[in-house]
């Protein structure tokens, strides 16, 4: 299994539907992870972190499966501004930051 | 306004020729870190720093130095750049050294870098 992987989608998404995506990894002894936003040329941005204990944000929630060891990313009555690639981001077996490769998400009309 | 700030936004430059990217962040952060991202590959982490004159490899380190002799700057240098090198570069930091805090990363707005 890769470090952090993701599935690159696209996922395209009516506006205002709900859509979920997960990010596995293989580091068993990772405790926290984050999520970033990255629009088209631009930086990433920090979205949510990822915790045990999950962690909501409006319409963002964001998960942890330790026993599954993934991580999921679930946004609620998307947008059209909701378009934009998502990256997670987690420790791998070096305590060394991976990012994920993204999944690119493209919310619809 | 906080901030971090990448210099040039965009170089064409050619094979071999010295070039320096600097980096600067406004936040009093102890970790820096400089990545590259290349499409299919995602972003990759090429040097990394907690505090001043401490610096550490990434992933991928080879072809690029950098220093730290400030808080606040953390250039990435490229001796003699060649055509692989090509890519968007993003310097970051980050307010904390603790493990989860480390990855709460503040990105500058990339450099775009062509090497011909």
């Known amino acids: 299994r890769k470090e952090v992987e993701q599935d690159p989608g696209p996922f395209n998404v009516p506006e205002g539907a709900t859509v979920a995506f997960n990010c596995t990894y293989s580091?068993?002894?990772?405790?926290?992870f984050f999520w970033y936003r990255q629009d088209c040329r631009k930086e990433p941005k920090l979205l949510m972190s990822?915790?045990?204990s999950g962690n909501e944000d409006g319409r963002f929630t964001a998960q942890l499966n330790r026993a599954s060891q993934y991580i999921s990313l679930l946004i609620r009555d998307s947008k059209l501004s909701d378009s934009a690639t998502y990256l997670c981001?987690?420790?791998?077996?070096?305590?060394?930051?991976?990012f994920g490769k993204g999944t690119r998400l493209h919310i619809l009309p | 306004e906080a901030q971090v700030t990448q210099n040039p936004r965009y170089l064409i430059t050619v094979t071999g020729k010295k070039l320096t990217v600097t980096c600067s962040q406004n936040?009093?952060?102890?970790?820096m870190s400089w990545y590259r991202q290349d499409p299919g590959l995602g972003l990759r982490q090429i040097y990394y720093?907690?505090?001043?004159?401490?610096?550490d490899k990434g992933d991928v380190p080879e072809g690029y130095k950098v220093s730290r002799k400030e808080k606040r700057n953390f250039p990435l240098i490229l001796e003699s750049p060649s055509p692989n090198q090509t890519s968007l570069y993003f310097c970051?930091?980050?307010?904390?050294?603790?493990?989860?805090?480390?990855?709460?990363?503040?990105f500058g707005p990339g450099t775009r870098l062509t090497v011909t």
């Open positions: 970051a930091s980050s307010p904390s050294l603790s493990e989860h805090r480390s990855y709460e990363q503040y």
């Open positions: 580091n068993s002894a990772s405790q926290s």
């Open positions: 990822v915790y045990s």
């Open positions: 981001v987690g420790p791998n077996r070096d305590d060394k930051i991976i």
């Open positions: 936040m009093n952060h102890e970790y």
């Open positions: 720093s907690m505090n001043v004159e401490v610096t």
